[in-house]
């Protein structure tokens, strides 16, 4: 049998073939975050598995399900079904608008009855699903006409409308960047990029008046002016900057934080949980994560360069953006290099949403890997 029936014959692969072609090098180091989660958020429970700990435990054997379905399905299943995934995400953000369930101030959850599912982390991974889907097969005359990306941004701004005004500025901003990061990916031209970034700036004054809360606002003079409403809108900021700081160099010992044990800082097990790792752990552990983080965006784009196919290529692409942008936003927030912002740190924070979502998406990398040689047709064929 030749080389190239053997790549056309990838899809009847036994599970012991994928298995052989499996990136452990991506795999490894997502499970290590995953590990020093559960040891940061049992600190943050006060030593106690309970309310944090065994609760994510949980989250992550069942999303190890979801990554490993992901992951050994053939690839041909979520070419079909890209934009199926798509249409229920944007489904559930719909459904949120009328029955969702509040939480802190922001209506962006579903209530399942046993687990609160917030879609807007689903329609990240949804929407690189579909925009890999939309492209792949797309040659260089057509990515240079800007009629073929007008399905692809309305995929884009609908989701991002619903989400805003759930209100989680947050996330559509991130599903704004990782769409941006796509478009810029596949060849579009750079003049468009200028336009819109010209008409932004244009539309900020309407966005600042009309489209922002007032909290929204008050947390972004909060970080133009740190100083302004350090018992208010700036106390979260305020707090993590000082138990980061506290860590110094090798931190104050695991679970002997100041701020994060005597309950100073606000949303330790979820938003903030890099400032409690900093705090307990040091300049040393924040830098280990940020380096197995940066581990994980590498292996990303060495998959991506290594699938021969356009849509494992943006599939890999696609996610190591919203990987980026995921941890890239929470800790500029938690530092106070950018206005604070309801953003997860990925594979940290607890929560099952962006747990799940997040999983679900190594596992889509790890299948284009499997699938890096096969040819592939617009209709997974």
Request: hydrophobic fraction near 55%; glycine fraction near 10%; charged fraction near 10%.
């Amino acid at each position: 049998m030749t080389k190239q029936t053997r790549v056309s014959n990838a899809n009847m692969m036994t599970f012991a073939e994928k298995l052989s072609r499996f990136s452990w090098g991506l795999f490894v180091p997502m499970c290590m975050v995953l590990a020093i989660s559960i040891v940061v958020l049992y600190s943050a429970g006060g030593g106690n598995w309970r309310p944090y700990a065994l609760s994510q435990l949980m989250k992550i054997i069942l999303a190890f399900g979801v990554f490993f379905v992901a992951a050994f399905t053939n690839i041909k299943l979520w070419i079909k079904s890209a934009y199926v995934i798509y249409a229920v995400a944007l489904i559930m953000i719909i459904l949120v608008t009328f029955v969702g369930h509040t939480g802190m101030g922001a209506q962006r959850w579903l209530n399942l009855g046993f687990i609160h599912i917030q879609p807007s982390e689903l329609i990240k991974i949804a929407l690189v699903l579909a925009l890999a889907r939309y492209f792949a097969w797309f040659n260089s005359v057509e990515l240079g006409q800007f009629k073929n990306y007008l399905v692809p941004i309305m995929l884009l701004l609908v989701p991002f409308a619903l989400i805003v005004a759930q209100p989680d500025l947050g996330t559509a901003l991130s599903l704004g960047m990782i769409a941006v990061g796509v478009f810029y990916i596949v060849g579009a031209n750079k003049k468009w990029f200028i336009i819109a970034a010209i008409l932004g700036l244009m539309a900020a004054p309407v966005v600042w008046y009309g489209g922002l809360h007032d909290y929204q606002r008050g947390r972004i003079i909060t970080f133009l002016n740190p100083d302004s409403d350090v018992q208010g809108a700036g106390y979260q900021i305020n707090q993590a900057k000082i138990a980061f700081g506290s860590g110094g160099m090798t931190g104050m010992g695991y679970m002997k934080g100041s701020q994060s044990q005597k309950s100073f800082l606000p949303e330790k097990q979820t938003d903030f949980i890099f400032t409690m790792l900093g705090e307990e752990f040091g300049f040393i552990g924040a830098f280990a994560l940020l380096s197995i983080y940066t581990w994980i965006v590498i292996i990303l784009f060495w998959a991506a360069k290594k699938c021969r196919n356009r849509f494992g290529q943006l599939i890999c692409f696609g996610f190591m953006l919203n990987f980026f942008v995921y941890y890239f936003i929470n800790i500029s927030m938690v530092l106070g290099l950018l206005p604070t912002v309801g953003v997860p740190l990925p594979l940290m924070s607890f929560g099952g949403s962006s747990l799940l979502s997040l999983m679900f998406g190594f596992g889509l990398c790890q299948n284009a890997y499997i699938h890096k040689n096969q040819q592939l047709s617009a209709k997974g064929s």
